[in-house]
């Protein structure tokens, strides 16, 4: 699941939760709501994490200098 599968967890979550006024028996909308957004913040944590483990800075690389004199007398 990817960051914006996360998003619309929590956002689906918080509209059971705090717009709607149904009523089921035997389920109860907002505890439904209550644990998408709990999934969805734990989604958002998990791929925050794991995407900053992925972008390893690397320091740049230095050009190399190549005198034609000595390349010319196989130095």
Not at 18 to 44: H, P, R, S
């Amino acid at each position: 699941m990817g960051l914006g599968g996360c998003i619309i967890l929590i956002a689906v979550g918080a509209i059971l939760t705090f717009a709607t006024d149904w009523k089921m028996e035997g389920f109860n909308v907002t505890v439904a709501g209550l644990v998408m957004m709990a999934v969805g913040l734990i989604g958002v944590a998990a791929f925050t994490s794991i995407a900053r483990r992925r972008r390893a800075v690397v320091p740049p690389v230095a050009q190399t200098v190549v005198d034609p004199e000595q390349e010319r007398r196989g130095y």
